[in-house]
Structure formats: structure tokens, C-alpha cells
């Protein structure tokens, strides 16, 4: 069975290339938020194995939703990215829980797919 997978970015065309990136990687895309408070519901509900998350949301910061998020008791693996390649770092991620932090141009060529997996989850291809 697919890895569940929680799509959280603002930007509406963002969110619709990166579930085609993701289903295109065997992963099964169960939801998508634009916000901090839609993350926080989506993933209540809908209780994902992983998410990707932008660090730039609109009612909040990412890293500290990042945080919450591997926090909740199913325990998903997060992914930080953003199109500031800056924005933070793979480190401080870590800090908060997620797996690591990609920049959206890194996305397609990252070990993505392995990172929202985690350890043991064969490669996809």
C-alpha cells in the first residue's frame, strides 16, 4: 500500500504539481491545504503517513506547523520546502521534527520520495 501524503502550500499550482510529482513517485496524495488552520483540520482528519509542507503559509509559519505535525500521535514524517532555497536549513528541520528541508527547484531530484517514506520503504521505480 502507497505511503499517505498531506500536500500544504499556499499557491494552488504549486499543490497540483507536486501531487502529480508525488503520485508520479507511487505515493498516494489523500489531501492538500493552502493554510496552517486547513493543515491542522486535513490532517486530523485525514491522518496522513507524511506531508509535504511549505515553510511560507499565509496565516502562519511552516517550520512551527512542521513541528506540530510530527508531533501528532501517528507520528508522519515531514518534508519542509520552499522557493527560497534560504529559508531554512536541513538542520533546523530536524530541529522540529521533519525529516529535512528541500527547496522546490531541488524537489524532483531530492530523495523526496525516500524522505516521506522513511527508512525500510523500497525505493520507488
Known sequence: MATT???????????ALAVR????????VVGEAG???GARKAADSL???????????????GVTLAGML???PWRPRIVLTSSDPEATTPADARSVGAASFIAKDDLP??????LLTGPGEQEYG
Open 35 to 37: 493554510t496552517v488552520e
Open 109 to 114: 531530484e531530492s530523495g523526496l520520495r525516500a
Open 5 to 15: 501524503v498531506l500536500v500544504i502550500d499556499d499557491d494552488p499550482a504549486f499543490r
Open 21 to 28: 510529482m508525488l503520485v508520479g513517485m507511487g505515493l498516494a
Open 47 to 61: 491522518r496522513p503517513e507524511s506531508a509535504l509542507v511549505d515553510v511560507g503559509l499565509p496565516d502562519g509559519d
Open 70 to 72: 510530527a508531533s501528532l
